[in-house]
Each structure stands twice: as C-alpha cells, then as structure tokens.
C-alpha cells in the first residue's frame, strides 16, 4: 500500500494559504502540514475553522516562528514530505514602508529557513510563491514574461525579490527542485480587512469615500488583474502534479510560472463594480500615489500564456467570483470578516 502524499504548507492560516488548504481538502487525498507563526493576518486558526472542508485528521497544524529554523523535534513529528509550498510573507506594502529592515528580514529569514528544512526532507518540489510586484512598474501594453528582469520598487518586492533570488542559489547550489510562482492581486473569502476589496465594500456600506491611488495629475487610477484565491489554488496543484520544470541557472523562464486573473482592471472601476453588487453608489476620490505611498506603482501587469500554454484553466472568471465574494462577506453569519 502506497503512502498518501504530504504536502507542507507554510502560512496556510492565512488568507491565501487557507484557501489553499481548502483546495487541497476537497480535491485531493494528501496529508496537509500547515506551519504558521499565526500574527495578526493569520487571525488564529479562525480561517481554518471556518472552511466547510477542514478535516482535523488530515490537517496537522505547528504553530511555529519561520523566523527561527526549524527544530529537530518538529522536524522529527512531521516526518517525510512531498510537497512544500512556501505562502508565508508579510504583504501589506504599507508596513513595508513603515518599518522596512524588519519587513524585509522577516520574508528573507523565513524563506532561508524553509529552504534550509528542504534540504534536510529533500521534497520533490518546493514552491516559492511570490508576486507580480517583483517586475516594477508596467507601461500600457507591457506584459512581464518568467524571465524578465526584475525591477522591485518598494521595500515588500524588494523582501519578494530576494526570497526569489534565494531560491534560485539553492536551486543552482544544492539541487532543490524549486518552481517560482507569481501571482496577481488575489481576492476572496476572509479576506483581512486592511486589502481593498474588503476596504471598498466597507466604505460603501457606510457610504463614505473610498481613495484610490492614482497617476500625479489626478486622471487615471491604478490597474491591476485580480484573481480569486481558489483559482491561485488550483493553480499551484497545477505545478505540482502536472509540470516537470525546475529553476534553471541558463534558462531564467523555466521552473517560473505568472498566474495572472482574465481582466485588467482600473481601481476606481474595481470600485464601481462593488457599489454595482450592493446596489449602493462607490464615492470615490483618486489621491496622488507619489505623497501617499512613495514607492507605489501604478500598473502591474504579466503575460499568463505559458500556465495556459502548459494546459492549465483558470475554473473562475472574474466577474463571477467578485460578486460572490461580496455577497459572501456582507452575509450575516460572515460580515464579521470585514
């Protein structure tokens, strides 16, 4: 009788690593290994409790500090691993810029840590999971490819960058088999009230202004591409069972992949489109991100074709998983979330 397989998931009580877990419940029959230091965007275990699926027998949770290195004794209890997806990071760009050194420390320390731990446990494929940040600002019609040069611009890309460059010298060094993911502003349930879907749907229910990050002269918000938590899911299950790359030190695209949502989107219309769901008016005001948020950039953008290329489809539009969010977080039994 075969093993059933064990997948590590750092950060897996947080935001998206829960619905990770989620994912992995419903979808598979692996062994789930949930590590998470459980500060204040973790909310506890709240998210896991929370999720229709959780399966206390399949789900073991170490609460534990990624800062430090692993302990023997945790080590020992976890035992072999398969998979390890390394989720945890702090992400609040604002942070970033309020306190950068401990920001910056806490991203770099955890991920040496956790690829330190690989080394030991030797899985078959760790996943870094970074972000769209790490590319810098795009202009209009620029779509970042894996491989493109980086060009962090702020102190929370620069934290991502380096987790990335990090992975790349094990890779090359020790012969981890190391994939990278990028990913795009993600939404979904549980979301922590500081991220913008949340925020707006705040503000629109008390019917105050919503301030938008926009270009100097006031004209033009912010664009992004979002994607729903459970698509990021299905895509790193994706990596893990159905691609054969690794990082490689000639060919800097392969064993990296950009999981990018179906639509640009400006801020200001994200907005709109709330107030649309809740039938209620979005009052917005665009503020200019050089005094608000130095560092901020106006537009990310990444080209998705070599996911899609590799046979992977994203199974929710847009459109559909924004209004069921709200809908979800304005319910009576999870308004609490918000």
């Known amino acids: 009788m075969t093993s059933k397989i064990k997948c590590a998931i750092t950060g897996g009580c947080g935001f998206v690593g829960h619905h990770v877990v989620e994912h992995l419940l419903k979808n598979t029959d692996w062994e789930i290994i949930v590590l998470d230091k459980l500060n204040y965007a973790a909310n506890g275990f709240d998210r896991l409790r929370d999720i229709e699926a959780f399966d206390d027998k399949r789900v073991k949770i170490f609460a534990v500090d990624l800062q430090q290195p692993i302990t023997v004794g945790v ?60 590319y810098g600002t795009a202009d209009e019609g620029v779509n970042y490819k894996e491989g493109d040069r980086h060009n962090a611009g702020n102190p929370y890309s620069a934290s991502k960058d380096c987790q990335e460059s990090i992975c790349r010298a094990y890779s090359n060094t020790y012969g981890l088999n190391i994939n990278i993911t990028n990913a795009m502003n993600i939404i979904g349930e549980r979301q922590h009230p500081e991220k913008f879907v949340p925020i707006c749907i705040r503000k629109i229910l008390a019917g105050e202004t919503i301030q938008v990050h926009s270009n100097e002269d006031l004209t033009k918000s912010g664009e992004r591409h979002y994607l729903h938590a459970r698509n990021i899911a299905q895509a790193l299950q994706f990596i893990l069972e159905e691609t054969d790359e690794g990082l490689d030190k000639v060919d800097a695209s392969l064993g990296q992949w950009n999981i990018v949502g179906d639509i640009e989107i400006a801020n200001s219309d994200l907005a709109l489109m709330i107030g649309k769901i809740l039938n209620k008016e979005a009052k917005i005001e665009l503020i200019s991100f050089h005094s608000s948020r130095p560092g901020h950039d106006l537009r990310y953008a990444l080209n998705g074709d070599k996911l899609k290329d590799a046979g992977f489809d994203y199974p929710k539009s847009f459109e559909d998983t924004l209004r069921k969010t709200v809908e979800w977080d304005i319910a009576e039994e999870n308004i609490r979330w918000l």
């Open 75 to 134: 080590a020992e209890e976890i035992g072999e691993v398969d998979y390890i997806l390394n989720l945890a990071s702090e992400s609040h760009v604002d942070n970033s810029i309020k306190n950068p050194v401990s920001f910056i420390q806490n991203n770099v320390n955890l991920t040496l840590n956790m690829l330190e731990y690989a080394r030991v446990v030797k899985p078959k494929k760790f996943i870094q999971f970074s972000t769209d940040e790490v």
